[in-house]
């Protein structure tokens, strides 16, 4: 006998060995239906990768829908066909793995109650609690299978849908061309040769001023009337903000009649136009051109030919309006970059003129300084001169006044004494008067 205690009111109770092999099969089943739902997980993931696959096909289908009108067609309808058969297949491969799997967890379901029939209350409830567990698991994978199939459906009506949108945008860019080509077939057979390149000109003028005033208020687009050079472009395009100019065109019109016996072509005008454009300065080129009207290259829109001549292109007249568009949004893009520049340059401009300032009046203050310098130099030397002649004059003054004091001892050395000493008679004369002198 086994003592088992009940995980859910912890009750002990004491089976035999034939009860306890049943409990433990009861594991191993419970072992097998993780390993069963496991299964059940791989194979729902194999299921979505499956079907991305399908997505990426059908992707790649698409892509691929892009040439001629009725091959394309074809092409979507085999490949719509296959994805829908590969659908359908892996819908019925999984219904059929889930029927399997349904069938067979059912036939665990009646063996596990045929086995635990004679059992005690609580395996009965433990049975009944098994079983419910396992329909609500196979409920939700029914669930499951019903919202593949859902999903499934909707994926194809959406493939449908978008199969038939992408053909009739093909079939109206088609009618657009051809009502294109119709136009401007039907406008070259109503000009005379000699208003051919003036009325491409005022067709494209024309086409601007339209939306001048809505699209491009502050634009300038004029007539280049400027042919120093020898040469001219036909139009030129500039726009500018805040004293900045961002996008600068210039334009040349090529249009000739069916009928002209040398029919031109466009590369024929690149060098002059990329002339035209370096010497007014301008930052683009393009070639407005009815020219070579059967080409496939010309005749597919916006063709960019930088790969000969720096920034340049060639347009249909209709692609007019759209590759100014295009070259002044991507313009505006760096105008931020421009301005900064422009502000960088001006500052480099100011720091250029105040060093040219300051070389100036380092050159003027040099040149007065020099000035000043030999006058200085020169009043120095005057101031020398001037301290030897004063020098000179005092020596003279120093002289003249020894001179003055041995006159003075002579002066007062003098006495009648020696002044008579070689006169006797003066001598006598003042000798009397002096003693004559007393008595009066």
């Not at 359908?88 to 059912?106: C, H, I, N, P």
């Not at 007014?280 to 393009?286: F, N």
């Not at 070259?327 to 105008?335: P, Q, V």
Request: glycine share 4%.
């Amino acid at each position: 006998m086994q003592e088992i205690r009940c995980p859910n009111c912890g009750k002990t109770f004491m089976v035999d060995d034939t009860g306890y092999a049943q409990i433990a099969q009861q594991v191993r089943d419970s072992e097998f239906d993780r390993a069963l739902r496991q299964r059940e997980k791989d194979i729902a993931e194999a299921k979505e990768r499956e079907l991305e696959l399908a997505r990426m096909r059908q992707k790649e289908a698409f892509d691929q829908a892009l040439g001629e009108r009725e091959k394309r067609i074809e092409q979507l309808s085999a490949q719509l066909t296959g994805s829908e058969t590969e659908k359908r297949l892996a819908v019925t491969e999984a219904m059929g793995k889930q029927a399997e799997k349904l069938a067979e967890a059912q036939r665990r379901v009646e063996q596990l109650t045929a086995q635990l029939a004679g059992s005690e209350t609580e395996k009965r409830l433990a049975v009944t609690e098994a079983v419910r567990q396992k329909e609500k698991e196979l409920t939700e994978q029914a669930a499951e299978v019903a919202e593949l199939k859902n999903r499934l459906a909707r994926q194809e009506t959406e493939s449908q849908l978008k199969a038939q949108s992408m053909q009739r945008e093909y079939e109206s860019r088609l009618r657009q061309k051809d009502e294109m080509i119709e136009y401007y077939k039907d406008f070259k057979a109503r000009q005379s040769t000699k208003m051919i390149g003036e009325s491409l000109e005022q067709h494209c003028l024309s086409q601007f001023n339209s939306l001048r005033m809505t699209a491009f208020p502050d634009a300038y687009f004029e007539k280049d009337n400027d042919a120093r050079s020898g040469s001219k472009g036909d139009f030129i395009f500039r726009e500018s903000r805040g004293g900045v100019e961002f996008i600068s065109i210039m334009f040349e019109m090529k249009n000739e009649a069916d009928e002209t016996a040398t029919k031109h072509k466009n590369e024929d005008f690149f060098r002059e136009l990329d002339k035209d454009r370096r010497e007014k300065k301008c930052e683009y080129a393009v070639l407005v051109s009815l020219l070579e009207a059967d080409s496939e290259l010309y005749n597919n829109g916006i063709v960019d030919v930088s790969y000969k001549y720096e920034k340049m292109y060639v347009i249909r007249p209709q692609f007019f309006i759209p590759i100014i568009t295009l070259l002044r949004n991507a313009a505006l893009g760096s105008l931020k970059y421009r301005q900064e520049l422009e502000a960088a340059r001006n500052q480099q401009i100011d720091v250029l003129n105040f060093e040219k300032n300051m070389n100036e009046f380092k050159d003027k203050f040099a040149y007065n300084y020099q000035l000043a310098s030999k006058k200085f130099k020169t009043a120095i030397e005057e101031i020398d001169k001037t301290i030897d002649h004063l020098q000179k004059t005092k020596e003279a003054l120093l002289s003249s006044e020894n001179n003055l004091r041995l006159a003075n001892n002579k002066a007062e050395d003098l006495s009648i004494k020696r002044l008579t000493k070689n006169a006797p008679s003066v001598r006598e004369m003042f000798d009397a008067a002096k003693n004559e002198s007393p008595a009066g």
